[in-house]
């Protein structure tokens, strides 16, 4: 299930973390990839530990934490401190799938990486290239979104950032751990609950269609889910 959702970020919390970024360090993308990734990975970090990864990373948490869209789409338990990247002119990223369990910084916590998501930082005609490419059973799905616009995918994906050939290419990127484990099941949810608000845009919420409907919903996550 590939989602993408619109305006995670206000245009002012955009600004915000690109001056932050402009005026920060950045290091070899390859110090935070597996053995094999590093091998096809071609970008620039900011380290976790910086002061300024952390401030920004709370911003783009409050963001989720205001978000439906997110909340319906990935059911989080857990997400990892959101990181930020950069692609550079020439610089890539390969063909691979994430790791499958993550340390959360400072805590020690390990994190089943269920969803993987981009938030773009860079409006589109600011670069060529660096495109995010999904690879799934239903295809092969190439994303560049608007700036302070995010994608959420399965982490089981194949995916490949295609080469920067102008400008430079900024984004947020982390994972979460879904309280559903299994994509098909956290897909169906997320269809069930988009039926459920256009019910109710037509219906009262004591409507008896509305109210077994949302039982339903809440009863598969109750038996779903894992915690």
Same mark, same amino acid.
């Given at each position: 299930?590939?989602?993408?959702?619109?305006?995670?970020?206000?245009?002012?919390?955009?600004?915000?973390?690109?001056?932050?970024?402009?005026?920060?360090?950045?290091?070899?993308?390859?110090?935070?990839?597996?053995?094999?990734?590093?091998?096809?990975?071609?970008?620039? =970090?900011? #380290?976790?530990?910086? @002061?300024?990864?952390?401030?920004? /990373?709370?911003?783009? *948490?409050?963001?989720?934490? $205001?978000? @439906?869209?997110?909340?319906?789409?990935?059911?989080?338990?857990?997400?990892?401190? @959101? *990181?930020?990247?950069?692609?550079?002119?020439? *610089?890539?990223?390969?063909?691979?799938?994430?790791?499958?369990?993550?340390?959360?910084?400072?805590?020690?916590?390990?994190? $089943?990486?269920?969803?993987?998501?981009?938030?773009?930082?860079? @409006?589109?005609?600011?670069?060529?290239? &660096?495109?995010?490419?999904?690879?799934?059973?239903?295809?092969?799905?190439?994303?560049?979104?608007?700036?302070?616009?995010?994608?959420?995918?399965?982490?089981? /994906?194949?995916?490949?950032?295609? #080469?920067?050939? $102008?400008?430079?290419?900024?984004?947020?990127?982390?994972?979460?751990? /879904?309280?559903?484990?299994?994509?098909?099941?956290?897909? *169906?949810?997320?269809?069930?609950?988009?039926?459920?608000? =256009?019910?109710?845009?037509?219906?009262?919420?004591?409507?008896?269609?509305?109210? &077994?409907?949302?039982?339903?919903?809440?009863?598969?996550?109750?038996?779903?889910?894992?915690?």
């Amino acid at each position: 299930m590939l989602i993408t959702i619109p305006d995670v970020l206000t245009k002012e919390e955009v600004a915000y973390i690109r001056q932050v970024l402009e005026n920060t360090q950045w290091v070899d993308g390859r110090t935070t990839a597996g053995e094999q990734a590093a091998l096809v990975k071609k970008n620039l =970090q900011v #380290p976790v530990d910086a @002061p300024a990864a952390q401030e920004l /990373s709370q911003i783009v *948490m409050r963001a989720l934490g $205001r978000n @439906p869209t997110f909340s319906s789409a990935a059911l989080p338990l857990h997400v990892l401190p @959101p *990181m930020f990247n950069r692609y550079d002119e020439g *610089m890539t990223f390969g063909a691979h799938v994430d790791g499958s369990i993550r340390v959360v910084p400072g805590a020690g916590m390990r994190l $089943r990486t269920d969803v993987s998501s981009t938030l773009f930082l860079t @409006p589109p005609e600011d670069y060529d290239g &660096g495109e995010l490419v999904v690879h799934d059973t239903y295809g092969t799905h190439s994303v560049k979104l608007p700036a302070g616009h995010m994608v959420v995918y399965p982490a089981t /994906s194949m995916h490949s950032v295609t #080469p920067v050939t $102008r400008g430079s290419r900024w984004a947020s990127f982390f994972w979460t751990q /879904s309280m559903i484990k299994d994509d098909w099941r956290r897909h *169906m949810l997320y269809d069930l609950d988009m039926s459920i608000i =256009q019910v109710r845009q037509t219906m009262p919420d004591d409507h008896p269609a509305v109210v &077994g409907l949302t039982a339903h919903y809440h009863n598969l996550i109750r038996h779903w889910s894992e915690l």
